[in-house]
């Protein structure tokens, strides 16, 4: 009976929960994380250990309230007992060495591998547990409004390589899969309509082949802050979500816009694992009332013949 039940649970998750993948298999890059740390030293290395336990905790789970979370960061201290491997790479490798600069002084990549099946434990302790499932891939729509001009980031613009690299590393950074549209999929807006435009128009234009979500993004400079100003929009579940951050770079602004989408996409994702144990549990118990009543029943036909 139980083997029947988590088969149906397993079945129900991919039909209730956000994406449009098929599979439940961990995907060991959600237990991958780096960090820009200083020369190879223990030291260094023990920081930049924390910040990947941190992002892969969020990745895992799907929450970002686990940034800064106490708990998790009180879990840095048995980091080594997490971790299958690492890695260093040179972020100068090719260049010489110039003024006084040592090979202990040169930034490094520090490439992290987190053992799946003990970090899924960790997640346990606090009170969270690993999204297996395939996320909500996050279609991009963003109106920048910099110092000297205005634009629409699109996949294959010429404008800013720079944005469209960080935009990626704060997704890979939580997890989340994300695209920009190409300049041929907005030709409909341009920086000022796009600020603007409905969310609904938006979503469309997303399940053209983009993503499953629209996240609409408008940048603004500001002399004043000093620093980007972005507003963020997510609809879900026929609600809109807004949320702003100020006076921050665009790497900062991009994490942001990220990190709100995700923490959007948990909730759904929490209230339908929530509602699907509800209904396994209600389900499971009329099962069993209904078989002992057929049991009851057979019983009572035998002994009358």
């Not at 000297?148 to 899969?177: I, N, Q, W, Y």
């Amino acid at each position: 009976m139980r083997i029947i039940w988590k088969s149906l649970t397993a079945c129900l998750l991919l039909l209730v929960l956000p994406g449009s993948a098929m599979a439940l298999a961990p995907d060991t890059s959600l237990y991958r994380a780096q960090a820009v740390v200083t020369g190879q030293g223990e030291v260094n290395r023990r920081l930049g250990l924390a910040q990947c336990l941190e992002d892969v905790l969020v990745k895992v789970s799907g929450d970002p309230r686990l940034i800064g979370d106490t708990a998790a960061i009180a879990l840095g201290a048995n980091t080594p007992g997490l971790v299958t491997g690492f890695s260093y790479h040179d972020r100068l490798a090719g260049k010489p060495v110039h003024d006084e600069q040592g090979t202990n002084d040169r930034p490094h990549d520090l490439l992290v591998d987190f053992d799946p099946k003990a970090l899924n434990i960790a997640l346990q302790t606090l009170g969270r547990t690993a999204w297996l499932g395939p996320k909500p891939r996050i279609a991009v729509f963003l109106a920048v409004q910099g110092r000297k001009d205005a634009f629409v980031l699109a996949s294959d613009s010429e404008h800013d390589p720079d944005m469209r690299a960080s935009l990626t590393s704060a997704a890979d950074r939580v997890g989340l899969p994300m695209s920009l549209p190409a300049q041929a999929q907005l030709m409909q807006w341009d920086a000022k309509s796009l600020a603007t435009a409905d969310l609904a128009s938006l979503d469309a234009a997303a399940k053209t082949g983009i993503g499953d979500l629209a996240l609409s993004g408008s940048m603004v400079w500001s002399d004043e802050a000093p620093g980007w100003i972005a507003d963020w929009r997510l609809g879900a579940k026929g609600r809109t979500f807004h949320w702003q951050i100020r006076g921050v770079s665009f790497d900062d602004a991009f994490r942001n816009g990220l990190r709100g989408a995700l923490q959007i996409s948990f909730r759904q994702w929490s209230a339908a694992l929530a509602a699907l144990r509800l209904w396994r549990h209600c389900s499971e118990h009329h099962l069993m009332l209904y078989l002992r009543l057929k049991r009851t029943k057979d019983a009572c036909y035998t002994r009358s013949r």
